[in-house]
């Protein structure tokens, strides 16, 4: 099984500034790795598939990299909505699709 | 637009078994991949299992021995049967997509919670 590791489990900021967020993989899974936001009480939302691609209404502020075990999202200044919680997720040759233990973006 | 709701009980005693249904609206079942995910309360997300187009099905290793995973093509729906439930399995159960092009979970239902007591 491929675990994946996210840094740092709660990260501190204020709206406009900049929010980085890893996820590393035990393993390579390529750039089969997507993002997901969830915000309280609400299903995760696709941000970013195949590491890097914005899914259709994913601000640009939202932006995806990496290939094989380290990946980042970044998102370039702040909004109000954007405080969440952020999940990676692998999905590479063969089951089980493993999440990332989770990213809370708090102001 | 493509919508999934999920529907079931949402409480189920100990050493039963939790099934829940998924209806899918705006798409059809015989295209992409069909997920179950769950999330515990306060915890993170576990992906459960899925049947494709086709009706081939995956497992979580650890859950295989108690979960099955079907489809109704003609009721354009997918189920979930979870055997042998203990309050370890108490979660909020989310049916999902997975757009094969993407090769990401794309579409996700609301969700619904499952609590497992007597």
């Known amino acids: 099984e491929i675990v994946l590791t996210q840094s740092p489990a709660t990260l501190s900021l204020s709206p406009g500034e900049r929010a980085t967020i890893s996820c590393r993989a035990s393993q390579t899974v390529n750039t089969y790795l997507a993002w997901y936001q969830q915000r309280p009480g609400q299903a995760p939302r696709l941000l970013i598939y195949n590491a890097s691609n914005r899914a259709t209404g994913t601000p640009a502020r939202f932006s995806g990299s990496g290939s094989g075990t380290d990946f980042t999202l970044t998102i370039s200044s702040l909004e109000p909505e954007d405080f969440a919680v952020y999940y990676c997720?692998?999905?590479?040759?063969?089951?089980?699709?493993?999440f990332g233990q989770g990213t809370k973006v708090e102001i | 637009q493509v919508q999934l709701q999920e529907s079931g009980p949402g409480l189920v005693k100990p050493s039963e078994t939790l099934s829940l249904t998924c209806t899918v609206s705006g798409a059809s079942i015989n295209n992409y991949y069909w997920n179950w995910i769950r999330q515990s309360p306060g915890k993170g997300l576990e992906w459960i299992g899925y049947i494709s187009y086709a009706g081939t099905t995956k497992y979580e290793p650890s859950l295989s021995s108690r979960v099955t995973i079907s489809s109704d093509t003609s009721k354009n729906q997918f189920s979930l049967h979870l055997f042998s439930v203990t309050a370890a399995d108490t979660a909020v159960y989310y049916c999902?997509?997975?757009?094969?092009?993407?090769?990401?979970?794309?579409?996700w239902g609301q969700g619904t919670l499952v609590t497992v007591s007597s």
């Open positions: 999902v997509r997975e757009h094969l092009s993407l090769w990401a979970f794309d579409i």
């Open positions: 997720q692998q999905r590479g040759t063969w089951p089980p699709w493993t």
